[in-house]
């Protein structure tokens, strides 16, 4: 039995097989179109809310110890 998959674009199902060029997407089309969301930033993982984001030239900088 062939694993069937939703294409994440468009939702059309996609047999996971070798012959599956795009897998998991249906298409390239679909494929280019979801590279193009992250991209321009349309998709974004979630962020650990205790963990602060500081931005700025110093944020990578070691503390400096007197």
Avoid: N, Y
């Amino acid at each position: 039995m062939v694993k069937t998959v939703d294409c994440p674009h468009c939702g059309k199902p996609v047999s996971w097989t070798p012959d599956s060029r795009w897998r998991p997407f249906c298409s390239e089309r679909c494929r280019l179109i979801d590279l193009g969301d992250w991209l321009e930033e349309r998709h974004r993982l979630a962020a650990d809310d205790e963990a602060p984001v500081e931005d700025g030239p110093d944020s990578m900088a070691a503390p400096i110890q007197h």
